[in-house]
């Protein structure tokens, strides 16, 4: 995301909720206490609700949104604030479908649409995100974080026109606006006119001096203009200066200006190892394959233990028809990195593409057996191992698609919310037997049901992955509240990579009471296929 930084993603919790004792005595029943009296008091149960949600306890403001949804599904408030707890969690699929649900009821509240575009905002779906803003924006055209985000998102969708209309009504209501100076210098500099961007820094600047987004900027555009442009024109033979301001414009986008830069820098130094193996990615993106093969030649030539360089190297030939040279490319990088499972779901397309197929299978199979020992939390002899690196470039070999950086860093983990629910690394395992209290429920779960529970696990045990997710529908057709039968169904449709689908499902349990769905949730929230 090339402007996730600037997303206001904290929303407001001006929820106004009253801390009275009767509530924080109310507090100390269960859900399920709660739902014993006949009659349900729908005012105080949203306080109790939302004072939850202030304090943060996400999975028992669910609960309480839960019971207030059933006894009054027509009211809008509930749908949004059980969403909005969602979003915390990042339930991001769970979270929309509640929004959907708000604005279904009450399609001229603001809120829903807001939240909606954030979580949109969360899955990079832009263009989608950018018509909730637009909505909320026409309700409610004071509020300048909606407009903040609406801008954003046309910046992101590279709607540049669109963009900088907003941004002068932006400037135009509010004058004093830092930000808004500052998104206008962000159109400017995706437009490549970096001395227009810094006359709207400065007017910004002049505004709020102290605002990071603005010195942020500021500083990337004296990098840009001081730092490379004048230290080129100095400094014309420098290979060095070109292959940086070359990735600083692929940062922006400036695909052209970045692949003229490594044209230039290798032309200078012809030996560039890093002016190589960014221009061949580059080429490789436009389609100019037998070119990116030539720079990766090189690279290989000079080094030949780059993984990275032999993996794309591997993918190219497989856009060539060169199958065979393909094949031998990824076993170099599966002997080098036998975790790397991409690899051989790559080997096996080039193998099935040379009528190789039990090769294909065997490779396929492979990559089966590593995934569902790593869902279920056992070991196999290939995840006991242990790569081999070399460089700090090669240490993710994951990364091989990405241009090489001279500042690596790893992303951490910090985790957003609290409760019962923080533990991030709960394995995704099958839930084998049903609890008591859930058993106990005749009404709900039949005999026959539990039965057809019972097998469905059975089946997954024995890896009829595609049986047992076909018992689990049946299940969930007899009874749609079947929290266990959607946990486990999203666990089976994680192992086929099935993600959309596995987190919807896993939302639903969630929703349901099965709170340990929420951390499987969050790690596969961005899982490619």
């Known amino acids: 995301m090339k402007n996730a930084a600037n997303i206001i993603l904290r929303y407001r919790k001006g929820m ?17 206490r709660y739902t014993a009296s006949a009659q349900i008091n729908i005012k105080g149960m949203m306080d109790i609700a939302r004072n939850s949600l202030y304090y943060e ?42 929004c959907t649900e708000a604005i279904r009821r009450n399609p001229y509240a603001p809120n829903p649409y807001e939240l909606r575009g954030l979580v949109r905002i969360s899955q990079k779906k832009y263009l989608e995100a950018a018509d909730d803003y637009a909505k909320a924006y026409g309700i409610e055209g004071q509020n300048r974080s909606m407009l903040h985000n609406y801008i954003l998102c046309e910046l992101e969708l590279d709607s540049l026109d669109k963009a900088d209309s907003l941004c002068d009504i932006a400037i135009k209501k509010w004058g004093k606006y830092a ?67 070359a990735l600083c414009r692929y940062h922006q986008n400036n695909y052209r200006g970045a692949m003229k830069d490594y044209d230039l820098a290798l032309e200078i130094d012809p030996n560039n190892f890093i002016g190589h193996y960014n221009r061949g990615l580059m080429r490789a993106n436009v389609g100019d394959n037998n070119r990116a093969i030539e720079d990766f030649n090189f690279i290989i030539s000079v080094d030949p233990d780059d993984m990275m360089a032999i ?56 990559v089966l057996i590593e995934t569902m020992a790593h869902r279920y939390g056992y070991s196999t002899p290939t995840s006991r191992m242990k790569n081999k690196t070399r460089k700090k470039s090669e240490r993710q070999i994951d990364d091989y698609d990405k241009p090489i950086e001279d500042n690596e860093k790893e992303d951490k983990y910090e985790s957003q919310y609290r409760g019962k629910v923080q533990n991030r690394n709960t394995e995704a395992t099958l839930i084998q037997e049903l609890p008591a209290q859930v058993k106990s429920y005749n009404d709900l779960i039949s005999p026959d049901l539990n039965k057809l529970f019972a097998t469905a696990c059975k089946k997954a045990q024995t890896g009829d992955v595609a049986g047992a997710i076909e018992d689990f529908n049946k299940a969930l057709d007899t009874n749609q509240s079947f929290a266990e039968a959607y946990f486990n169904r999203g666990i089976l449709r994680l192992l086929t990579d099935d993600v959309q689908p596995a987190i919807f499902d896993l939302s639903k349990a969630g929703e349901l009471g099965i709170f340990k769905a929420y951390n499987i949730i969050k790690k596969n929230q961005n899982r490619k296929k």
């Not at 106004?16 to 269960?30: M, Q």
């Not at 306890?57 to 969602?86: C, H, T």
């Not at 942020?216 to 400094?235: F, N, P, T, V, W």
């Not at 790397?340 to 080997?347: D, E, K, T």
């Open 311 to 366: 993996f794309n190297r591997g993918e190219l030939y497989m856009q060539t028809g060169e199958y065979k040279k393909a094949i031998n490319d990824y076993t170099t990088v599966i002997n080098e990195y036998p975790k790397f499972l991409h690899g051989y779901q790559r080997r096996a397309e080039a193998k099935r593409m040379i009528g190789d197929k039990r090769g294909a299978d065997k490779d396929e199979e492979h």
């Open 16 to 32: 106004h909720v009253r801390r009275l004792a009767l509530l924080l005595f109310v507090l100390c029943l269960s859900p399920a």
């Open 57 to 98: 306890d996400y999975v028992l403001s669910i609960q309480y949104f839960n019971m207030i949804i059933n006894a009054r599904p027509n009211l809008y408030e509930p749908w949004f604030y059980r969403g909005l707890a969602k979003f915390y969690l990042e339930d991001y699929t769970g979270s929309e479908r509640d």
């Open 179 to 245: 930000d808004g100076y500052c998104l206008k210098a962000n159109v400017w500099m995706q437009k490549g006119d970096t001395l227009k961007a810094e006359t709207f820094i400065d007017k910004a600047l002049l505004v709020d001096k102290f605002n990071v987004n603005v010195l942020s900027i500021k500083g990337s555009i004296l990098m840009q203009k001081q730092m490379y442009d004048e230290a080129i024109r100095l400094q014309q033979k420098n290979a060095g200066l070109l292959v940086n301001r």
